[in-house]
């Protein structure tokens, strides 16, 4: 009986000690950078206000997880990776950004200012994703852009724009890496198509 005992008592300390010594992965962490972008020198909205509203996904759920696909059908979400806040939150800030270093108006804000506003930049995303396709991969990104006078309401231009940025690797990483790519490409043309 005292032998039993001692055995399982043996075992219970190894199976305590392989949980101790297992560690999770860390969690990586990606932001978006903010492009650089150059200062426009003459604008019709030099002396306006827009404010940029929260981007809304038409088809995905956005959120902190960075989404991947290896079909149409097949979707999922990186475990041990993630984005540094909503990415809806994240595109939000990076377009005010672009925005205001273009110097192509008078102010940029985010919807919830209080401020009145002449013209609201909305943004839709259509795709936001790493996508897989046997050998190749890459950044997925369509969203499209709408300017609108506030006082009237009516639509002034609109627009979608869509990229596939290879990334340099099949994982988070290269993902991440590949999406700052798309929206150094989609600060320029935004800026171009505003101005």
Same mark, same amino acid.
């Given at each position: 009986?005292?032998?039993?005992?001692?055995l399982?008592?043996?075992?219970?300390?190894?199976?305590?000690?392989?949980?101790?010594?297992?560690?999770?992965?860390?969690?990586?962490?990606?932001?978006?950078?903010?492009?650089?972008v150059?200062?426009?020198?003459t604008?019709?909205?030099?002396?306006?206000?827009?404010?940029?509203?929260?981007?809304?996904?038409?088809?995905?759920?956005?959120?902190?997880k960075?989404?991947?696909?290896?079909?149409?059908?097949?979707?999922g979400?990186?475990?041990n990776?993630?984005?540094?806040?909503?990415?809806?939150?994240?595109?939000?800030?990076?377009?005010?950004?672009?925005?205001?270093? !273009? *110097?192509? +108006?008078k102010?940029?804000?985010?919807?919830? $200012?209080?401020?009145?506003?002449? &013209?609201?930049?909305?943004? %839709?995303?259509?795709?936001f994703?790493?996508?897989?396709?046997?050998?190749?991969?890459y950044?997925?990104?369509?969203?499209?852009?709408?300017?609108?006078?506030?006082?009237?309401?009516?639509l002034?231009? !609109? *627009?979608? +724009?869509?990229?596939?940025?290879?990334?340099? $690797?099949?994982?988070?990483?290269? &993902?991440?890496?590949?999406? %700052?790519?798309v929206?150094?490409?989609?600060?320029?043309?935004l800026?171009a198509?505003?101005?």
């Amino acid at each position: 009986m005292r032998k039993i005992k001692f055995l399982y008592m043996v075992q219970f300390a190894l199976v305590i000690a392989m949980f101790g010594c297992t560690q999770a992965p860390t969690l990586k962490i990606y932001s978006l950078e903010v492009p650089k972008v150059s200062t426009v020198s003459t604008s019709p909205y030099r002396s306006k206000v827009v404010k940029v509203t929260f981007p809304y996904s038409l088809r995905e759920q956005i959120s902190e997880k960075m989404n991947f696909s290896y079909s149409d059908s097949d979707y999922g979400t990186y475990l041990n990776s993630e984005w540094s806040n909503n990415m809806s939150k994240l595109l939000q800030g990076t377009i005010i950004d672009i925005l205001s270093n !273009s *110097k192509i +108006f008078k102010a940029v804000l985010a919807d919830t $200012s209080t401020l009145k506003e002449n &013209y609201r930049l909305e943004s %839709n995303i259509f795709t936001f994703e790493h996508r897989v396709r046997g050998k190749d991969s890459y950044a997925d990104v369509s969203m499209q852009f709408t300017l609108i006078d506030a006082d009237t309401g009516k639509l002034m231009k !609109s *627009k979608r +724009f869509s990229y596939r940025e290879p990334t340099p $690797s099949i994982d988070a990483k290269g &993902y991440a890496i590949a999406t %700052n790519r798309v929206m150094h490409r989609l600060s320029q043309d935004l800026v171009a198509w505003i101005k």
